[in-house]
């Protein structure tokens, strides 16, 4: 029960940094352009692409390390990984950010100011949300972690099915 706990745990990571990435993206839209733009392909408010790398890097940073290095090295490791899923997005068909007019950028794949952001907020990710999430996998109720991350992975699936296969 306490691997199934731990799992749970992580779906609700996961959905924490879709979530948050989803709002990031929209409030960028909103600030830049004073639009909405419907960031994603789900159509749940969420950007799987952000779950993903927050979990790559909760497990990067498993151990502890200086705000400065965890900054440094997921500015790296982030950038690395946009440029890489950029590429394999757009083989599938999906071409979902252009940093064309943004300064210092790669093929408007990625770009510095960017890639600042992301270590930015990897640092909030390791230093502040990860600890939440495991704190709360130790204290809180197994049914409630458990209920969560089953209702959040139902979701995402659910989700998941209804864009792609539907």
């Not at 965890?70 to 068909?93: K, N, P």
């Not at 990897?122 to 969560?148: D, F, I, Y």
Request: hydrophobic share 50%.
């Amino acid at each position: 029960m306490k691997q199934f706990t731990c799992l749970c745990s992580y779906v609700i990571e996961f959905t924490i940094c879709s979530l948050c990435g989803w709002l990031f993206e929209e409030s960028l839209e909103l600030l830049v352009y004073h639009a909405y733009a419907d960031r994603g392909i789900l159509h749940l408010p969420m950007l799987p692409i952000y779950g993903f790398f927050g979990l790559i890097l909760a497990a990067l940073f498993r151990q502890q390390h200086s705000a400065a290095a965890v900054f440094c090295i997921s500015t790296l490791v982030t950038t690395a990984l946009e440029l890489v899923s950029s590429y394999l997005l757009e083989r599938m068909g999906y071409v979902l950010w252009d940093y064309s007019a943004w300064i210092l950028n790669y093929e408007g794949r990625i770009s510095l100011l960017s890639s600042l952001i992301f270590g930015a907020m990897s640092v909030l990710l390791v230093k502040c949300v990860h600890p939440l999430m495991r704190k709360m996998e130790r204290n809180a109720p197994q049914w409630v972690t458990c209920g969560m991350g089953v209702m959040f992975g139902l979701l995402l699936i659910g989700d998941a099915v209804w864009t792609f296969l539907l």
